[in-house]
């Protein structure tokens, strides 16, 4: 069967799926303690680098990176993230770039949504949460059912979990607490993939940590089984 194309009918080139299973598959195992630490994986607070609606990065009013623009976008406030000499961030197109500040030249670009949202047709695919860096892994969650861990040298992924992302999502030790646009909480093992526990929420905003609790909006969410408080 030919049945659909594997080619992105927005950008060049081929698309990959990684994805091993359609559905997300949760393990309900318990987080273990952890520690009341949340990581900084948004990088230097002070970047002046800027980011606007037709994916064209700006350094003051200087044009570093112009990327496609998409009529099918969603207003976002997505802000690149600095990290020593780097830039990394998500475009409308579900793509995350690593630019280098050096040179604003592209060092690698990677898709991140699950690849039949593309087929057929021109799906929304954006990356509208802030991108994560942490111990040398890019961490993205895109409008496209696709949340991924990156080797920041290189642009390879690692895994990807069938999750849409709308808002930022915060990491603990080696675990990342995700909102899905199914208004979902998220515990995700970012070590392998996998999917400790999902727990229902009634609004997609970005969670916090208090040490006992994920906090959604106003509710209390155990971190460890993800019972509502």
Request: proline share 2%.
């Amino acid at each position: 069967m030919l049945g659909c194309s594997k080619h992105d009918p927005i950008l060049s080139g081929e698309r990959h799926d990684i994805f091993g299973k359609t559905d997300v598959q949760v393990i309900d195992k318990d987080v273990p303690m952890l520690s009341g630490t949340v990581k900084n994986i948004y990088g230097d607070l002070n970047c002046e680098y800027t980011q606007d609606d037709k994916n064209t990065i700006w350094f003051g009013d200087k044009k570093i990176f112009k990327g496609i623009a998409t009529d099918n976008s969603v207003r976002n406030n997505q802000k690149p993230i600095c990290i020593d000499n780097f830039i990394y961030t998500g475009l409308s197109t579900g793509e995350v770039i690593k630019l280098n500040k050096l040179n604003n030249k592209v060092v690698w670009k990677t898709d991140v949504y699950k690849e039949t949202n593309l087929t057929g047709g021109y799906g929304v695919v954006d990356i509208v949460a802030r991108v994560g860096i942490d111990g040398g892994f890019v961490y993205v969650g895109g409008l496209g059912d696709a949340f991924c861990k990156i080797r920041a040298l290189n642009g390879d992924k690692i895994w990807c979990v069938n999750i849409s992302v709308p808002v930022d999502f915060i990491m603990i030790d080696n675990f990342a607490f995700v909102v899905g646009t199914d208004n979902n909480l998220y515990a995700i093992n970012v070590d392998n993939g996998a999917v400790y526990w999902k727990t229902k929420i009634r609004k997609q905003v970005s969670p916090k940590y208090d040490e006992t609790n994920i906090i959604v909006g106003r509710e209390e969410i155990n971190y460890s089984n993800g019972e509502i408080r």
